[in-house]
């Protein structure tokens, strides 16, 4: 089945740390010579479905992938560390040149910390809402899941879902709870692998982040960031944090839009990420010229 013109495949990682880790992510178009390929990751207990509705605005003839995190969607059998698993996918499906990086909420932190890890590997990167560090810029929310209470992004029960669903985004989810029970019950069998993987990322990454984030003062590449004005999971401040670290980042604020941004505002987050595209960039020029 194809879905917004994707394709979904597997990619068999299986090094020495990861035997049979399996990459699955999504398709749409094929490597262009000389063109960064736009790669999306996305946010904490999402998957590479949450881009379809950006992808689908994105014409033919742009390269399109959208991946599945260790530890979620479809992919498998993970040891190590998103970076480095990540960075392994790319050199895998031989993305030696500089690609365009899109990241969502906790992947617009992980797209940051790559171009800094592994600055080779990217012309330009886009974060949506990307987690801001420290208590400075710490949400009621973000210190209440960091106090472990799960249910804020880890629904378990469908009033629970309904309740997320109205903090992360402005979208009415009208009362269809067949559709509901149904997304909820795929989340439930995912559970406790989400679990985990919050646990680590406010244990080892989240105290952390200012020092990761600080890297991103010398990145080379392009960066635009979008944040909702109505964001209540990370806070808007942290879009001027972002924008003051950053050089020259560009800074998109979306009206009427929360955390969920591809879910608020798809079509208007594509044609963002194809205007950015399109803009002159002396840095790109000198990379593929
Ligand atoms: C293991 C990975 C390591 C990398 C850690 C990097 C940075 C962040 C660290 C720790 C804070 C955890 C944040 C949790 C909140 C995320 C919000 C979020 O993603 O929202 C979703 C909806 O749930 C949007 O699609």
Redesign the pocket.
């Known amino acids: 089945m194809r879905r917004a013109g994707v394709k979904k495949r597997f990619l068999l990682i299986g090094d020495d740390n990861n035997e049979g880790a399996t990459f699955c992510y999504y398709e749409k178009g094929s490597k262009v010579p000389h063109e960064p390929s736009f790669i999306f990751i996305?946010?904490?207990?999402?998957d590479k479905y949450?881009w379809l509705g950006v992808i689908k605005e994105i014409p033919y003839g742009f390269h399109c992938i959208a991946i599945d995190l260790p530890g979620h969607g479809e992919s498998v059998g993970f040891n190590e560390e998103?970076l480095i698993a990540v960075n392994v996918f790319f050199d895998k499906l031989n993305l030696t040149e500089p690609i365009y990086l899109v990241g969502?909420?906790?992947g617009g932190?992980?797209a940051a910390m790559f171009a800094t890890k592994y600055p080779s590997y990217v012309c330009m990167i886009c974060l949506l809402a990307p987690?801001p560090p420290g208590e400075e810029y710490e949400t009621e929310l973000l210190s209440q899941?960091r106090s472990g209470v799960y249910h804020i992004?880890l629904p378990e029960t469908l009033k629970q879902f309904y309740a997320a669903a109205k903090l992360?985004s402005m979208k009415k989810v009208h009362a269809n709870r067949l559709l509901a029970r149904i997304y909820l019950k795929s989340r439930l069998s995912m559970l406790d692998q989400h679990k985990k993987?919050?646990k680590?990322?406010?244990e080892n990454?989240?105290p952390n982040?200012e020092q990761s984030y600080a890297e991103l003062k010398n990145l080379a590449c392009s960066v635009l960031i979008i944040w909702g004005r109505q964001d209540q999971?990370c806070s808007v401040d942290g879009a001027n944090y972002f924008s003051n670290l950053i050089p020259d980042a560009k800074l998109i604020f979306f009206d009427d839009c929360g955390?969920?941004i591809t879910t608020d505002k798809p079509t208007q987050t594509a044609s963002i990420i194809i205007k950015f595209w399109e803009t002159p960039s002396t840095y790109r020029t000198n990379l593929y010229n």
Do not use: E, R, W
């Not at 996305?42 to 999402?46: D, Y």
């Open positions: 996305h946010g904490f207990s999402s949450a998103q969502c909420s906790m932190s992980i987690v899941l992004v992360l993987v919050l680590s990322a406010f990454d989240y982040l999971l955390h969920l």
